[in-house]
């Protein structure tokens, strides 16, 4: 039996032009700008190596999780705010999550290797126990982790390669160094659904070249990924930004699975 889970109306984000941190002035360009045709040998393998180093040492544990989506269109209008806290298991691929979608919808999310559970609210209505295929669950929204997956973040910050490095900063009270990069146009379509990737593709021509996504990426003195965020923004139009703050690494994860008896399989997009 199935039944289709409803999901909630949002802005949707297809794509974007992004500066990025364009008032900012990285090490590299610093160096470049002091030392000439001797900064020529750029550093960005040897820090995107690093940032690659610890966002595999973060799939390699596990993490609270807060990520924070903000979605935006026009100016005047109010940007909308997606909250899923969770906690995860990276090595073993499972976690749980609690989405909210400011006032409209809330739903508990738990994820396993092999499928995705939801449950919840949506206005007035009220959402049991279903499940889709994790390798069902699509990106409908760009800079939207399907199923608020965390594991999808850390995936495309790691298929970046022009990392700088901007320094030192504290993130949840943990000193880190923070690292810059353009987010490739491979990242940025990661699992996206065939509607979502064709509005890519045909903004990507529009544009005629790569849409200027960025990652940032904020590893501590244990050389661990602690928070990545996601950004694009077309000035005066449409912005999206997620933020995902990892803490408590290590720390174990209990995962319940809801019962097979209890939970319906979907066709449906992904809630939550």
């Avoid at 794509?15 to 160096?31: K, R």
């Avoid at 960005?44 to 269109?73: D, F, I, L």
């Avoid at 499940?131 to 409908?140: E, L, P």
């Avoid at 990242?187 to 849409?211: F, H, P, T």
């Amino acid at each position: 039996m199935r039944r289709r889970v409803p999901s909630v109306a949002m802005a949707c984000v297809a794509a974007a032009l992004s500066s990025g941190c364009a008032q900012q002035t990285s090490e590299s360009e610093a160096q470049a700008a002091g030392n000439g045709s001797a900064a020529a040998a750029s550093p960005y393998a040897n820090y995107t190596q690093a940032v690659r180093a610890a966002v595999q040492k973060t799939r390699e544990t596990s993490a609270r999780t807060v990520m924070k989506t903000e979605m935006g269109t026009t100016p005047g209008e109010p940007t909308h705010t997606i909250t899923a806290k969770g906690a995860h298991d990276f090595a073993r691929n499972s976690g749980t999550v609690n989405s909210k979608v400011e006032d409209v919808a809330e739903f508990d999310l738990v994820l396993t290797p092999e499928r995705i559970y939801v449950r919840g609210t949506a206005g007035t209505e009220t959402v049991p126990w279903s499940y889709t295929g994790r390798a069902d669950a699509k990106v409908q929204h760009a800079l939207r982790a399907p199923g608020n997956d965390p594991a999808h973040l850390l995936r495309q910050a790691s298929m970046s390669s022009e990392y700088d490095r901007f320094g030192t900063e504290t993130v949840a009270g943990t000193a880190t160094t923070r690292y810059h990069a353009p987010l490739s146009h491979k990242a940025l379509v990661l699992n996206m659904s065939k509607e979502m990737l064709g509005k890519s593709e045909q903004l990507r021509d529009m544009l005629g070249g790569e849409i200027p996504a960025t990652a940032d990426v904020w590893v501590d003195k244990q050389q661990r990924a602690v928070q990545i965020r996601l950004s694009m923004n077309i000035p005066g139009a449409v912005s999206s930004t997620t933020t995902l703050t990892l803490t408590d690494l290590g720390r174990a994860v209990k995962v319940t699975v809801p019962t097979a008896e209890g939970a319906l399989d979907s066709d449906a997009p992904l809630a939550g």
